[in-house]
C-alpha cells in the first residue's frame, strides 16, 4: 500500500516490469515508468476512440480512468482489466486483428 | 529460489504411460535432498505413481480425488499453501524446488493459471518450465488420437523422447518433426530409462527461451493448428508491444495457444516472452544475447487464426506506436516468405 495515498498496489502488471522491480519507485526509473506508461495511454486512445471509448484520466500514473460518450467511466489498474472493461463499455469485443481498426491505425501511423 | 525471492516450480506432464514416473524417480536418485518437493496426482482409484515415487524414500503430497489441473486445482493451491506454512514454521527445510507431476490426461496450462493468479501462491511460486515426456511406442497413434497430448506438447518448454531403446533411430527422427509440428520452439530430448532427467533440472526464468535454429522449424505444421515465426526490420517499441499483445491474449486468448521468443526493444540484451493461452508469464530482461547473437524472433502457436493477420495487426499497432518504418514478417512457411 502506498503510504501517501493508500492505494493497494496488488501486483505490476507484466507491461510494466522493467530489469530491476525496485527501479521503477525510483528517480530515473519512475520517470521512464511515466513516459512509457503515457505512450501506452496515447496508442490505446487511438484503438479505444475507433469504438467510442477513451482514457479520460490516468489517475496517480497507476489507474486508467476508461469513459464512454454517455459519461460511464470505469476505474481500472492494468491493461489486462481495462480490455475486458472496454469489451463491456462498447458491447462488442475489441479485436485487434480488425481491419479497419487496422486500417485506422495506420492512417493514424501516417499522419 | 528464483531471482525474486519466489520457489520455482517446474511442471512434468505426459500421456498415461509415458514416463512421467520414471524420469521423475531417476531425477530424485541423483539429486537427493529434502529441499524438492514432490506434488503428485493420481488418476482413478489405484494410486500407482504414489507408490513408485515413495519408493525413493521422498515425500511427495499426494493429491487426491481426480485431475490436477482440471478437478481439483483447489487442491493444488492447498497443498503448496501447507508447503509453505510448513517451510515457514521451519518444519520443512528451504525448498529449493517444487516438482508438481500432473495426471497424464491433464492439460498443464491450468497448473501455470493457478500459480500466476492465486493471490499468495504468485508471491511464493513460480512455473520455470514445463517437461512433458513422450513416449516413443505409442506417440504416433496417441498423437493421432489423443488431443490431450497436443495441448501437452504445445505447452512444453522441454519434450522428452522416452523409451528410446525401444524404436529406431528413425522413429525418433519422424517423432522430434511430428513434435515440432506442434511446438517449434520445445528443446527435444531423448531418453532412455530416465536418463534425460537432467530435464527436471530447474532453469533461471527466462531461460527456456533460445535462440531459434530457422532450420529446425518444421516444414509443414500440423493440421490443426498454424505455427509462425515472426521476424522484425527494427527494434519494437515496447509501450505499443504490450498495448498490442494484452489486447490480443484478451480478444483472441483460447487460439492463441502459445507464443515464445526474445524480442530487441533497444536494451542490451533481449526481453524474453513465453505465454500459455492467456497466461503470460512475467517477462524477462537478459542482460546479453544468448550466444552473442542479436537475432529477435516471435513464434506463435494459434488455432484456426492467420499468421499473416497477427503479423499485419502487429506491424499496424508498432507504426501507430511510433515506429514507422517497422515491418513484421513472417520467416517461415505459413506466411510464404522466408527473411
Known amino acids: 500500500m502506498c503510504v501517501l495515498c493508500a492505494q493497494m498496489v496488488n501486483e505490476i502488471h507484466w507491461s510494466e516490469r522493467q530489469l530491476n522491480p525496485e527501479w521503477i519507485t525510483r528517480g530515473a526509473g519512475e520517470t521512464a515508468r511515466r513516459r512509457s506508461r ?8 487511438v484503438v479505444l476512440g475507433h469504438y467510442g471509448l477513451e482514457v479520460v484520466d490516468d489517475w496517480s500514473a497507476t489507474n486508467y480512468l476508461l469513459g464512454d460518450r454517455k459519461g460511464n467511466q470505469r476505474v481500472l489498474t492494468s491493461l489486462a482489466e481495462l480490455w475486458p472493461a472496454a469489451s463491456r463499455m462498447a458491447g462488442a469485443t475489441l479485436d485487434p486483428l480488425d481491419d479497419r481498426l487496422l486500417d485506422r491505425l495506420l492512417e493514424t501511423a501516417g499522419k | 529460489m ?26 530424485l536418485r541423483r539429486y537427493p535432498g529434502d529441499d524438492i518437493v514432490v506434488i503428485i496426482n493420481e488418476w482413478g482409484t489405484v494410486g500407482l505413481d504414489h507408490h513408485l515415487i515413495r519408493a525413493v524414500k521422498e515425500q511427495p503430497i499426494l493429491l487426491r480425488g481426480g485431475c490436477v489441473c482440471c478437478v481439483r486445482l483447489d487442491d493444488l493451491v492447498r ?28 492439460d498443464p496450462v491450468p497448473v501455470l493459471f493457478t500459480l500466476t493468479t492465486d493471490p499468495i501462491l504468485k508471491h511464493h511460486f513460480t512455473a520455470t518450465s514445463v517437461v512433458v515426456t513422450l513416449d516413443a511406442v505409442n506417440a504416433v497413434a496417441q498423437i493421432a488420437q489423443q488431443p490431450e497430448i497436443h495441448k501437452q506438447i504445445i505447452a512444453a518448454d522441454c519434450v ?12 525418433v527422427s519422424g517423432l522430434r518433426v511430428s513434435v515440432r509440428q506442434f511446438n517449434p520452439t520445445a528443446r527435444i530430448l531423448v531418453s532412455c530409462l530416465g536418463d ?33 515465426t515472426l521476424g522484425f526490420s527494427d ?92 515491418r513484421v514478417r513472417c520467416v517461415d512457411h505459413d506466411c510464404g516468405e522466408r527473411a
Not at chain 2, 160 to 171: Q, Y
Open chain 2, 196 to 228: 534425460a532427467c537432467d530435464a527436471l533440472e530447474l532453469t533461471v526464468e527466462g531461460e527456456n527461451v533460445q535462440p531459434l535454429a530457422i532450420d529446425q522449424l518444421p516444414p509443414i505444421p500440423h493440421q490443426e493448428v498454424q505455427t509462425a
Open chain 2, 2 to 27: 528464483g531471482a525474486r525471492g519466489r520457489r520455482l516450480v517446474t511442471v512434468l506432464s505426459g500421456f498415461l504411460g509415458s514416463g512421467k514416473t520414471t524420469l521423475l524417480r531417476e531425477y
Open chain 2, 160 to 171: 522428452v523422447i522416452t523409451k528410446s531403446d525401444l524404436v529406431s533411430d528413425e522413429d
Open chain 1, 38 to 45: 503515457r505512450a501506452r495511454i496515447r496508442l490505446c486512445s
Open chain 2, 79 to 106: 497443498t503448496l499453501r501447507e508447503v509453505l506454512d510448513l517451510e515457514q514454521s521451519g518444519k520443512l527445510p528451504a525448498v529449493r524446488q517444487v516438482v508438481i507431476e500432473t495426471s497424464g490426461l491433464a
Open chain 2, 235 to 326: 527494434t519494437l517499441d515496447w509501450p505499443a508491444f504490450s498495448v498490442w499483445l494484452s489486447m490480443l491474449l484478451e480478444a483472441r486468448g483460447p487460439d492463441i495457444l502459445r507464443i515464445k521468443g526474445m524480442l530487441d526493444i533497444g536494451e542490451a540484451g533481449p526481453l524474453v516472452l513465453n505465454t500459455a493461452q492467456h497466461i503470460v508469464h512475467p517477462p524477462e530482461h537478459l542482460s546479453i544475447w544468448p550466444q552473442g547473437s542479436r537475432k529477435p524472433y516471435l513464434v506463435f502457436i494459434t488455432r484456426g487464426t492467420d499468421p499473416a493477420r497477427i503479423a499485419r495487426s502487429l506491424e499496424a499497432f508498432q507504426r501507430a506506436g511510433g515506429r514507422g518504418g517497422l
